[in-house]
């Protein structure tokens, strides 16, 4: 099990009772973790002071298990574009990812032939000395801006990386707590498992065989059913008044002048329609 950018060592020391590695860049953060270390007797922890960036598997091996926890948005973009294909080189298993994304692609960079969505965060001052950035315990290392990848961008990166399956954590959920006592939840604070499997040929259906591991698309418009849209009182007055001849006749004209969106009702669905109106009749 490797523990990225590990901090104090919290998740590293969890696991080192099956044997873990932590890399830490900041020479306090290793002091701390060696000091737990040695405290709980984990002899089978190790702890590394170097840069994420310098991950590779012919420097540190391949592991089961990586954790890749609040670190990742701490890297500007080509460099965190790198060090996802690396966490997929060095990972065998399971992938643990923790991060803040870009809600929307407000930026994009170059990298490998594509593009990489997302925006820029402030990190240091430029004028701020090695001192002061390594002072700053929950910043980066040595970079001025990092970049936060769409999540689109992210899961692109993994497919690339070779992980056949990428799911959202939902339980556990980190709930925040304000001053006040309120809670909140984090909408671009997000929680990704990745898996390196194998891909296995869908033989049934040609179709679905097309659509494994194909790049999701950036920007594009979020469709989701009718009936999540709220509908005001005069909707539901004509829905209940006007009999379905001339609801029907009145869609088909609002299609047609692009009012409302195309008609996505299966046919399986529309004859289920059609048959309960005519035992009604």
Not at 136 to 147: E, G, H, I, R
Not at 162 to 169: L, P, Q, R
Not at 182 to 196: F, G, L, N, P, V
Not at 243 to 262: C, E, H, M, Y
């Amino acid at each position: 099990m490797l523990d990225l950018a590990c901090l104090e060592g919290h998740y590293a020391i969890e696991f080192a009772l099956h044997g873990a590695t932590g890399i830490e860049g900041r020479q306090v953060g290793g002091d701390k973790c060696n000091y737990a270390k040695n405290a709980l007797g984990l002899t089978k922890a190790s702890f590394v002071q170097d840069d994420v960036r310098n991950l590779s598997v012919e420097k540190y091996g391949r592991f089961d298990v990586v954790v890749c926890s609040g670190i990742l948005y701490h890297l500007q973009a080509k460099d965190a574009a790198q060090f996802v294909l690396k966490m997929a080189d060095v990972c065998t298993g399971i992938l643990l990812i923790d991060t803040f994304v870009s809600l929307k692609g407000r930026q994009s960079v170059s990298f490998n032939g594509a593009q990489l969505f997302g925006h820029e965060y402030f990190e240091h001052a430029s004028n701020d000395d090695a001192r002061t950035r390594a002072a700053k315990l929950w910043a980066s290392l040595d970079n001025d801006n990092s970049f936060w990848f769409t999540q689109n961008t992210l899961v692109n990166l993994l497919i690339d990386g070779g992980f056949t399956s990428v799911m959202e954590v939902l339980v556990p959920t980190m709930v925040h707590r304000k001053s006040d006592h309120s809670t909140y939840i984090m909408k671009d604070r997000r929680t990704y498992i990745a898996i390196k499997g194998s891909d296995v040929p869908i033989l049934s259906s040609d179709l679905t065989q097309s659509e494994c591991n194909q790049k999701l698309p950036e920007n594009v418009p979020i469709e989701f059913d009718q009936s999540q849209k709220p509908r005001g009182k005069i909707f539901h007055f004509i829905r209940r008044v006007l009999p379905p001849s001339v609801k029907d006749a009145g869609k088909r004209t609002l299609r047609a002048i692009k009012v409302l969106p195309p008609d996505s009702t299966p046919d399986f669905m529309k004859r289920t329609i059609a048959d309960r109106r005519q035992t009604h009749r």
